[in-house]
């Protein structure tokens, strides 16, 4: 999946009735049903279609055959499909709020942020503990240039779920976008109180809180920060880019060089082109400058 990946994936198996305890139909489609997940879980995704939707054409009111279908859309990345597989599954039952933070989901990707946001507040309403639908409705927001609104709802999203990273990423750097340096600064500092040690994902929130660091001109504090995410991953090509750029600052002519020439020599395509060009024109500016 796409942006924050916490869209787990899971299908269900029917129970398949002994005859007579309900119509054939449904007990067709049931077997259909579960024809569909097995293929699923062997990856054979077309497959997997053709039988899920042989399930529903049998028993269009087989609520669990079109939710197992919108899954393997979704898996799948047919976001057209999972939208009118999941709208069918709510029109035989509203109440369930995982439906509708999928279909929430689902339009994110399709840039329906308008859609998407009442099928999340829909969410909310029907389960006010899941983290998730939290967080995915504030990055709807914040495509809705919904900023103050987004910024409550994924820290309502650390709220739930005190370990959950990518909140306390967007938290913070929605507060930084919109200048609130030193919010953004507390929101990073908790992160890593919770954040595996030796992980990308600490090595993420080191970076960005270097980052706002260096944004507060407290370039010892940056460099710390930068240096603990190279600690973590030597390879991490932000962290060389922002190291370099914050020695210069500092006018550590020496260091600024190994770390701008290290990026330049590592990133490749991997980088954006204006962080390549800004590296290139500076390590240029520190050769022709005299010491």
Known sequence: MKRSG????????????????????????????????????RKMYPQAV?????????????????????????????????QQSLQKVISINTEVATYHYQLGTVLQELTQFS???QELERAIQLDPNLYKNYFRLAQVLEELDESGTALTNYTK?????????PAYSSLGSL???????????????AALQVAPEGTEERADICHRLGTVYQEQNKLEEAVAEFRNALNINPAMHDAMFSLGWTYRQMGNR?????????????????????????????LLDLAETPQ
């Open 157 to 165: 999203a650390v709220e739930k779920n005190p370990r959950f990273l």
């Open 175 to 189: 507060y930084a976008d919109l200048n609130f340096l030193d919010q953004a600064a507390q929101v990073f500092q």
């Open 6 to 41: 916490i869209v787990f994936l899971a299908l269900t198996a029917s129970s398949v009735l002994m005859a007579g305890t309900c119509s054939r139909d449904r007990v067709e489609s049931m077997e259909a049903n579960n024809s569909g997940v097995e293929m699923f879980r």
């Open 254 to 282: 020496e260091s600024a060089k190994l770390y701008l020439e290290k990026f330049s020599k590592t990133a490749g395509s991997r980088a954006r082109a204006d962080y390549i060009k800004a590296a290139q024109d500076a």
């Open 115 to 117: 859609e998407a946001k």
């Open 50 to 82: 053709r039988e899920l939707q042989r399930a529903v054409a049998i028993d269009g009111t087989n609520e669990e055959a079109h939710h197992n279908l919108a899954l393997v859309h979704m898996e799948t990345e047919n976001w057209s499909g999972a």
